[in-house]
């Protein structure tokens, strides 16, 4: 999500303070407002920053007396807080509005209730002029009163505010349908006299139960929702408190995690959690890192590796330096993406919304065209059913579901999805991967361990093999190419002194030349062979038997004399056949994009069990292929690692990056992939189809029950069977259809990704 | 008489409703001062409702979201990518830059607070 959101932070040191400022306008703003703070006791100095509207304030004034001190003077301030302790107080403020929400239904139904048992229980509901039931239920409505006026506040004043915004939403309907409710019922109590005798009615139950129930079910959503953003919590708690940092001494001593500096070195002994991103300086140890990758074996770490904030250290201690802390660690990042992903919208949902958008207003024409219909062609009392039918359409409606039915869905998914250590950047992304139909991998880092070695050397005419390798070494020197990787490796392992090359020429993608002894030495493809004129001809059989061997064979030549071939081989991870099964049995095609020639690239097609390959593909032409594979109304997805992938996986409808690769193709996927396996593409799929399928379930579930039960609640049975909804039932139908959606979209937290090929189908949430 | 008077009461009410709630336009939003505009989230709606901006131009909206429904908890302006979680009673820093001109609705995760940003 692309989102220019800037989150609020506060001053590193103790005693000072950020202040978000309201109101000012220009420089002498600002100095009164510099003025007022420094003039709070204990302050030290107060500075403001007129572009961002933020005050700095030093020393250890207390928060109150510095917000009264700009407040004072006609400007407003609020205490800017740390992400951390939002993120903190957000469980709080939920329980203290679940709280305030049990407390309001409590009041609303212990006067609700008793007043529809008297109902039930035979008591009349009827008013007679002059009687004393007249009286008590002027008291029972003075009651209601209250009851609106203290449990339902919220509903009415919500209500008022949005009418003179010249908006109306859910506190509209409930506040119209109860208030209306109310009225009558008042108009009965005070003037009997004036209505027929039969429509001498009260509903004041109805007004309180509407309001408990309504309140009830706002409760249960607040749980429900607790529930839903669990993944959240979780990811929160992975964040360490505090950390060992070693001083220049030699000290050790325990240091709040957000005073922890770049390159600080930190010890971490046996069971602590690592605090901040960093390399590894000395000590070796195994850390499970299965809170972020989902991969669940403990990796090893020594000198030289990274560790990452968040994981957990396991026997050993090791010490290592900082190298990201506070919002820059891939903990802190991948906290900022899930939140982010998970408020986004796809594009399924936008029907519902444009719905939502208008469905109040729609629902109180409808309620008062229902109410005419009654009050001119009904039975008597007329009004009294034209009341009714009003009041109950207005509560039956119920647009909270229809509002909730995508985004609760989409924050479980994604949560879910990020347990599993796939990041999902954004909704669109999530629904596009539900319906994937191909999918194109890149070979090297993808297919392939991404780490070649040099598996045969042939040579021709008197070269030796140690000859051979130690010229394309020197060639391939300068080069970050995983295949030239291996060929230098190869050579410092045999110990092989390199000989000066200069003049270096790189053809992208195709190979490399230099002069080496005044010799022209050239190293590449055989395509590029061929181009520059280097007859290799002699080459065909040394070509096969590597190919065969699903190698890449390096042609070397010398003064335009090929006079090596080196096979260079780079292993099938262990799980991609069992992961590329699994795509097949979600009916996906599976492609295979490398620059490999042909040979090479089908032998491990054939061994990794791939559908199609697309061979000798340049790095620059990749986007240009999968563009190509697109083209036949196909949804193509594309998994690669390399930063020579990212323009192909920003063509892509989904891009899947594997996480173990580079930040470029990180930053260009939809779908990141903490762990190197391609059964995480697999688990992505199902999880994006599981959370699609609850999506769509929610949305029928929410149209379907607006669709039949705001007819019901106007009377269409009425004539048939003589049924005719009462509000209190509506308001319990309305407050259940909410939490039901919610429940719906909960049911997500039990998916479970499918490891076995044999058990796998689409989506199964 | 009273048939009369309560169609006529009904008609009244659907024609105040759609010009209330769908004709009605305000004519004028509220601008930012020195690229700042104070945003409050409370009692079911958005103050100020309606926000005017250039084209071109970045506004910082100092977000207070003050209602502890859920449903207020996301600000949405689906238009221009925004998606951002609003802790409650503190302010939140989010910066628009240089949208083109257009009108964006702003909306909670429910579609029930509403308000418009009006870019011209």
Known sequence: ?765 | MITFFVNGLGVGLIAATIWWFWIWTPRKGVAASNGHIALTVDNGTYTPALIDMQAGDAITLDIVRKDASPCSEFFIIDGLNISVQLPMNKPYQLVIEKPEAGEYAMHCQMNMYQGTLRVR
Request: negative net charge.
């Open chain 1, 1 to 765: 999500m692309n989102h220019t959101a800037q989150h609020t932070k506060t001053h590193a040191q103790d005693s000072s303070v950020q202040l978000a400022i309201s109101g000012a306008t220009c420089a002498s703003c600002v100095s009164s407002i510099e003025k007022a703070l420094s003039n709070v006791e204990g302050v030290t100095s107060a500075s403001m920053n007129l572009a961002d509207h933020t005050a700095y304030v030093e020393g250890g004034a207390p928060t109150q007396a510095l917000t009264q001190a700009v407040e004072a003077i006609g400007y407003g301030a609020t205490l800017i807080e740390e992400n951390d302790d939002v993120d903190a107080q957000r469980d709080e403020q939920e329980q203290k509005y679940y709280r305030q929400l049990i407390r309001d239904m409590i009041i609303a139904l212990g006067l609700g209730v008793p007043l529809m048992l008297w109902g039930l229980l035979g008591g009349t509901m009827m008013v007679t002029p002059g009687s004393a039931s007249q009286w008590g239920w002027l008291v029972a409505g003075l009651l209601t009163l209250a009851v609106l006026a203290t449990a339902g506040r919220r509903f009415f004043v919500g209500a008022w505010k949005a009418f003179i915004h010249h908006n109306a939403n859910m506190d509209t309907l409930i506040a119209v349908g109860t208030g209306t409710a109310w009225l009558y019922s008042m108009a009965v109590v005070l003037a009997p006299s004036v209505l027929p005798e039969a429509a001498r009615h009260v509903y004041f139950e109805a007004s309180s139960m509407i309001i408990g129930l309504i309140n009830l079910g706002l409760a249960l959503e607040v749980r429900a929702r607790g529930k839903a953003s669990q993944a959240i919590k979780r990811l929160l708690d992975l964040r360490a408190k505090t950390a060992r940092v070693i001083d220049e001494h030699g000290n050790e001593n325990d240091v709040p995690v957000e005073k922890i500096q770049l390159g600080d070195h930190i010890r971490v002994r046996p069971g602590e959690k690592i605090a901040v991103d960093g390399e590894v300086v000395s000590g070796s140890s195994f850390v499970d890192e299965s809170m972020l990758t989902g991969e669940p074996l403990p990796v090893r770490k020594e000198k030289d590796t990274l560790v990452s904030a968040g994981t957990l250290n396991q026997q050993g201690t090791l010490t290592f330096r900082a190298t990201r802390v506070g919002k820059d660690t891939a903990l802190a990042q991948i906290i900022a993406l899930v939140k982010s992903a998970q408020g986004s919208r796809p594009p399924i949902g936008r029907l519902a919304d444009k719905i939502s958008a208008v469905f109040v207003p729609s629902v109180i024409i409808i309620a008062i065209i229902a109410a005419m219909i009654w009050f001119n062609v009904g039975p008597d009392p007329r009004g009294v059913y034209a009341l009714i039918a009003l009041t109950t359409v207005l509560i039956i409606a119920c647009p909270c579901a229809l509002g909730l039915a995508t985004p609760m869905s989409i924050m479980v998914g994604i949560g879910k999805a990020a347990e599993a250590g796939i990041l999902i950047r954004e909704g669109e992304a999530l629904q596009k991967a539900a319906n994937i139909s191909v999918i194109a991998l890149d070979k090297t880092g993808t297919i392939t361990e991404g780490k070649p070695s040099v598996t045969q050397i042939i040579t021709f005419g008197e070269t030796d093999e140690n000859t051979a390798l130690a010229l394309a070494a020197a060639l391939e020197q300068g080069s970050e190419h995983p295949l030239a990787n291996a060929v230098v490796n190869s050579a410092k392992e045999k110990n092989l002194t390199l000989p000066e090359a200069t003049h270096f020429e790189s053809a992208n993608g195709k190979g490399v030349s230099a002069t080496i002894n005044n010799e022209q030495v050239v190293i590449g493809n055989l395509r590029w062979l061929e181009e520059l004129g280097i007859n290799t001809s002699a080459c065909n059989d040394a070509t096969t038997r590597i190919t065969s061997d699903a190698g890449t064979p390096l042609y070397l030549a010398r003064n335009n004399t090929v006079i090596a071939v080196i096979g260079v081989t780079d292993k099938i991870k262990v799980d991609a056949r069992d992961a590329i099964a699994r795509m097949h049995q979600l009916g996906l095609k599976v492609v295979m994009i490398t620059g490999d020639i042909q040979s090479t690239a089908k032998a491990i097609a054939r061994e990794a069990g791939i559908d199609d390959v697309i061979a000798e593909v340049l790095p620059a032409d990749k986007a240009q292929k999968v563009k190509a594979l697109r083209s036949g109304n196909q949804i193509v997805a594309m998994v690669g690692d390399g930063i020579n992938d990212a323009p192909a996986l920003a063509e892509a409808d989904v891009g899947f990056a594997i996480g173990t690769g580079t930040d470029i193709a990180i930053e260009s996927a939809g779908i990141t992939l903490m762990r190197g396996s391609l059964h995480g593409v697999v688990d992505a799929i199902e999880i994006s189809s599981a959370t699609v399928k609850n999506i769509k379930e929610n949305l029928a579930g929410a149209f379907l029950y607006n669709v039949l039960g705001v007819p019901i609640a106007a009377g269409v049975l009425y004539p048939f069977t003589g049924l005719l909804l009462s509000p209190v039932l509506a308001g319990a139908a309305m407050s259940l259809s909410s939490v039901t959606v919610v429940a719906n979209a909960n049911r997500l937290r039990l998916f479970k990704a499918h490891k076995h090929p044999s058990n796998t189908t689409r989506s199964d949430a």
